[in-house]
């Protein structure tokens, strides 16, 4: 029988956030794969190792997948990860792929999980934490109250501006891009928090849009709420 | 010294998706508020106790917060519930506040906060895996990839019929508008997936608009993608 494959989230980056069911399986199963040339220099495998230490004995699977804007290259190296997966999952193991965060929220593992299903093999994906809500709980805000939408940005250089006007803005992925974020929150006239690298040591907060940098680091992420809490 | 009051999320509804810092917060202190009349019948104590067996042995405390539209009915009911829960800060003791899914999205735990913050205490926030997550995990699916945007919709009743061209919608605590939700979708011409009482003994699932029921749960949650993956 083939093994079965489980996308799992390790959460934001404080280990304590992982979640038992991840836990679990990462004790369960031998085969651990993590995305990143060598799988112990990854950020999965730092939150993962400090939360579940034998992690360090299990076999490290590495499947690197170069950011690129290429898009026959990123089906390339998505064929390739997969096939490293589906080797293992036709000698009947079962492997567990740690992601950061939760692996329905911009996850690799997506892609990977996408092409082992058409192939005919059994998946399984377990939630994480995603960065957003690990972001409100350490400004002690709310992301969304009562009838409030929630509209989450993953990619600042595609807006064009035109914001809703309605609803709390989530920001993801513009580290290199805070200029622009900037731009748009002073257009809608509204503030906003920023945390960097939260919930790990190189942590970063700024509690409005005046003192955030114009370049941050790629694990950043801003909330524009539309109204302040009284 | 005054105790603190952590807000801390179970999950959507299997236990093993709490995280390590909600059971170890749960067995380190003796107070634990749960959001109900009664706190053993609450969803959150039924979630957290089969993680957490010994918390039956605690002091439960309910913090009753009838569902209302009338604005001044539900601000007595959050002075009332935060004024039993200062009355166990004062006493030096922390208080475990235990809400379902995420304390930052849509909990009841946030007008608790606010007020017990505004009266000089400190509280704390531990994040909880949001139904979404949970939701989409459990259809094997991603909220989104890539560029994608994603719209969280908690009252289909506001919505105008309007809602924006690309990007994924949430659409949250529609059990009783379901009719208004497939209308909406069908004008769209999108599809969509919906999850009842995801995680539980009694969930269902529907994997295509046409399927869905025109009145379902409160626990019933909609994820429409913008294109299907190929």
């Given at each position: 029988?083939?093994g079965?494959?489980y996308g799992?989230?390790?959460g934001?980056g ?30 999965a ?6 939360a579940v ?16 804007h290429?898009?026959?290259e ?17 000698q ?10 939760d ?5 690799t ?5 996408r092409i ?20 409100a ?24 501006g035109?914001?809703?006007d309605?609803?709390t ?11 622009r ?12 928090v ?5 919930g ?14 114009n ?7 801003v909330?524009?709420?539309?109204t302040?809490l009284k």
């Amino acid at each position: 029988m083939n093994g079965i494959l489980y996308g799992i989230g390790v959460g934001p980056g404080d280990p304590e956030l992982m979640t038992l069911k991840a836990v679990r399986l990462i004790r369960e199963n031998r085969v651990i794969a993590l995305p990143g040339k060598k799988p112990k220099d990854t950020v999965a495998y730092q939150i993962a190792s400090a939360a579940v230490p034998e992690l360090e004995h299990k076999q490290l699977i590495p499947i690197h997948m170069p950011m690129t804007h290429d898009k026959e290259e990123q089906k390339k190296h998505h064929r390739e990860g997969a096939d490293i997966v589906e080797a293992y999952l036709q000698q009947g193991k079962n492997i567990v792929f740690l992601t950061l965060g939760d692996p329905a929220v911009y996850s690799t593992f997506t892609y990977i999980q996408r092409i082992v299903e058409k192939d005919g093999f059994q998946t399984q994906s377990v939630s994480g934490i995603p960065s957003f809500c690990a972001t409100a709980a350490r400004m002690n805000m709310p992301l969304a109250i009562g009838n409030e939408q929630i509209h989450i940005y993953p990619a600042v250089h595609n807006l064009s501006g035109t914001l809703p006007d309605s609803g709390t803005y989530v920001l993801m992925k513009a580290g290199s891009k805070m200029d622009r974020v900037k731009e748009i929150l002073r257009k809608s006239g509204r503030d906003a928090v920023m945390v960097e690298n939260c919930g790990t040591g190189k942590e970063k907060v700024y509690f409005h849009v005046d003192e955030i940098p114009n370049t941050a680091g790629y694990y950043s992420l801003v909330i524009s709420r539309e109204t302040r809490l009284k």
